[in-house]
C-alpha cells in the first residue's frame, strides 16, 4: 500500500498551492477592509415648557358717604321746678363741652352740640373707596419627548486595500498565464 501522492509533477502541486494561499490571502486582505462598524444608538430627552399666566382684574369704587345723626335733648322736668333751670343749665354746660373732631385723609367724623335745636349731632363723612382684586390663573404645561438615533452603519473599504486587491488580481491573471505557458 503506498500512500504518498504520486510524484507525477511536484512543481505543479507546488503551484497550485502557491496560487491557493495567495487567492486566500487576497480574500482575507479585501475582506478584512471591508468589516462594518456597530450599530450605534444615540438617546435624546427633549423637554419643553409652556408656561400660560392669566389675570382679571376686578375693581368695585364705593361712593363717598355724607352721614349725620341727630338726637333731640328732651325738657328737663324735675319735682321740684325751681331745680329744673339749675339742672337744664348744668345739663347745657356740660353738653357745651361735647365738640369732637377727627380728620384721617378724605375721611372726617364729629360730634358736637347744638344749643339752639337742642340737639347732639354726630356727623361723618367717608371718602370714595376703591378695592381691586387680582386673580392670576398660572398654567405651566411640560412635554416631554424621547427621540432615538440610530446609526447604520455603511460599509467602507480603505483606498489602500482595493489598491492591493487590483494588485492582487493582476498578479493572478499574470500568474495564471504564465502556468497556462508552461503546461500547454
Not at 50 to 64: F, G, R
Not at 129 to 146: F, L, Q, R, S, V
Amino acid at each position: 500500500m503506498n500512500t504518498s501522492i504520486s510524484p507525477q509533477n511536484p512543481f505543479k502541486l507546488f503551484l497550485k498551492v502557491i496560487v491557493f494561499i495567495l487567492l486566500y490571502s487576497s480574500l482575507c486582505i479585501a475582506l478584512h477592509g471591508c468589516a462594518s462598524k456597530p450599530i450605534e444608538s444615540n438617546r435624546t430627552i427633549e423637554t419643553a415648557s409652556n408656561h400660560k399666566k392669566d389675570s382679571i382684574k376686578t375693581t368695585v369704587i364705593n361712593n363717598a358717604i355724607n352721614d349725620t345723626l341727630k338726637i333731640q335733648i328732651p325738657e328737663i322736668q324735675t319735682i321740684k321746678p325751681e331745680c329744673d333751670s339749675i339742672t337744664k343749665a348744668e345739663i347745657q354746660r356740660v353738653l357745651q363741652l361735647l365738640n369732637s373732631r377727627k380728620k384721617s385723609g378724605d375721611n372726617e367724623a364729629g360730634l358736637y352740640y347744638d344749643s339752639l335745636k337742642n340737639q347732639i349731632i354726630a356727623w361723618q363723612k367717608i371718602a370714595q373707596t376703591k378695592n381691586e382684586t387680582t386673580a392670576t390663573n398660572k398654567e405651566k404645561i411640560y412635554i416631554k419627548g424621547d427621540h432615538t438615533i440610530k446609526h447604520v452603519p455603511v460599509k467602507y473599504i480603505p483606498f489602500w486595500v482595493k489598491i492591493l486587491a487590483y494588485l492582487g488580481g493582476a498578479f493572478l491573471v499574470f500568474l495564471s498565464w504564465r502556468i497556462g505557458r508552461i503546461f500547454i
